[in-house]
């Protein structure tokens, strides 16, 4: 019997010396005493947010794109400009005609031959009234067997001056210089949605910064608690080996370590996400360049007001104004249209002064004294049977008009319904950092607390670790608060249009 229970002593010490043999071997040979290897962003040299926005504005692919919708804009005033470029035409012909065994004593010839040629420049000029003035000069020269022509070979010039001057439809400036008034609106709004891409890219990489930013801080949040993690491990060994720990105390410890490591390189690899985001954001095919470890400083700027912000982002904001430009070219349609229904009545005259000579420079010196000229004048006058057609295209324009005015009312109130949602969101994140900040301070005390009673052997490791979980998310949430305030005045700057404005950035 004795034997026995010393036989089952012997055994119950050797099982559990080999136990703690066992986990102190796991424990020894554990990966997470070593820390993953951290990221190279905070080895490389820092790159600042305005860097990484002059880079994008540079390169990234949207603003490339954007900027041939602004090129082909301006292509198209060019185009409409155009129209009131002079025309010049020249022009020649020449003419032989011979006739045998004439039966016409007349012609002067028994065999009459004849070669003429005819040369013209004219220059033609449309002006703002709508109408039209060419100026032309024309010379042509004859020649004949014919002995009865005073001048052989005879040159015949003239210079004529012909208007045309529409009364009722298409006069005036105002619809003669709609389409380039129509052009350089659409310029206008090209330039806006330019500037509002622009600002697209700007909001996107202000985001994506803070984003990668995060996740950095984050990074280094969960090193700082695979740090604690591995302390607590090596302390709870300490106390094992003089019998202050029991082998629970070890085994829980572990597990700390290796959920510490897991989040550190979950942490990790977000960071390398978030930093190709970003990288692809101001770069093209670029991912493998290091961002830097730029420091994550605090907002220090003003409480917004609804109604300044208001006031701001309807001066400034592209969308609002390439609305109200929008407008302003349904406006043109809608003068047009109006005009369309208008019958044409044309006015037309010319005058013409000629001169005829045996050579070229006698006939043009013949024009000026006005012997031989000619002068015409006409009204043409047209119009469709009861401008049905017109009349419906002119109901079809005030009402795209009227419906653009309506989309700029609904836009309004949109804007202002983002301006005090935006605004909130800033005061309310204000409001958050400085809560996180204090949770974060409280977590802090909590855990340094609770390590002090786990080293006195008055806690657990279970309720240690617990401590270090709840600094670790009361951390990340202070990180996150602060991203998040971030992110509100990011969009309330997109909503006032004064990103540019805040890094002094000036579109050409």
């Not at 065994?101 to 002067?108: V, Y």
């Not at 298409?170 to 090209?190: D, K």
């Not at 330039?191 to 890219?201: G, I, M």
């Not at 989309?407 to 909130?424: F, H, K, P, Y």
């Amino acid at each position: 019997m004795i034997v026995h229970r010393f036989s089952s002593s012997v055994l119950a010490i050797l099982g559990g010396f080999c136990l703690s043999l066992t986990l102190a071997c796991r424990a020894e040979n554990a990966p997470a005493a070593a820390a993953p290897a951290p990221t190279t962003a905070s080895d490389a040299p820092a790159m600042p947010l305005k860097e990484c926005i002059i880079r994008a504005l540079k390169q990234n692919f949207d603003v490339q794109i954007q900027s041939y919708t602004l090129a082909s804009a301006q292509d198209a005033l060019e185009i409409a400009k155009s129209t009131f470029d002079p025309t010049i035409s020249l022009s020649a012909e020449r003419n032989f005609s011979q006739t045998t065994n004439t039966n016409n004593r007349l012609s002067g010839a028994v065999n009459p031959v004849s070669d003429s040629g005819s040369y013209r420049l004219s220059i033609s000029q449309p002006v703002s009234s709508g109408g039209t003035v060419s100026l032309g000069s024309n010379l042509s020269r004859s020649s004949s067997n014919s002995t009865y022509y005073t001048f052989n070979p005879a040159y015949s010039g003239a210079v004529s001056l012909s208007v045309t001057q529409p009364l009722l439809k298409n006069f005036g400036r105002q619809i003669a210089l709609a389409n380039i008034e129509t052009s350089e609106i659409g310029v206008a709004r090209a330039s806006l949605d330019f500037k509002a891409q622009v600002l697209n890219v700007v909001q996107s990489t202000e985001t994506a910064y803070y984003n990668y930013l995060f996740a950095r801080e984050q990074e280094h949040v969960m090193q700082q608690s695979l740090g604690l993690a591995t302390q607590v491990y090596e302390e709870n060994k300490t106390k094992r080996t003089v019998g202050t720990a029991t082998d629970i105390d070890i085994l829980t410890a572990e597990v700390g370590v290796a959920n510490a490591r897991r989040q550190l390189l979950l942490a990790q690899q977000q960071t390398r996400n978030s930093a190709d985001s970003l990288l692809a954001l101001i770069g093209q095919f670029e991912l493998d360049q290091p961002i830097g470890a730029t420091p994550f400083d605090d907002y220090i700027g003003p409480v917004p007001t609804i109604d300044a912000v208001y006031a701001r982002a309807i001066a400034n904001q592209p969308d609002y104004l390439s609305t109200k430009a929008a407008i302003d070219q349904t406006k043109i349609s809608l003068r047009l249209a109006q005009d369309a229904k208008r019958p044409e009545l044309d006015l037309t005259g010319s005058l013409s002064s000629n001169g005829i000579d045996s050579t070229a420079g006698n006939a043009y010196q013949d024009i000026p004294r006005g012997d031989s000229y000619s002068w015409a004048m006409g009204l043409t006058l047209s119009f469709p049977w009861g401008f049905h057609g017109d009349s419906a295209r002119y109901r079809q324009a005030l009402a795209a008009l009227r419906q653009q005015e309506l989309v700029l009312r609904q836009l309004e109130q949109n804007v202002l319904v983002q301006v005090r949602a935006s605004v909130r969101a800033v005061e309310t994140n204000l409001e958050n950092v400085k809560i996180a900040a204090l949770a974060t301070r409280l977590s802090e005390k909590n855990y340094d607390l609770e390590k002090a009673r786990f080293d006195a052997g008055l806690t657990t490791a279970r309720l240690l670790q617990q401590a270090r979980d709840d600094l670790d998310s009361a951390r990340v949430n202070e990180l996150q608060s602060r991203v998040n305030l971030r992110h509100a005045i990011i969009s309330l700057n997109r909503l006032q249009g004064t990103s540019l404005d805040t890094y002094g950035i000036a579109l050409p």
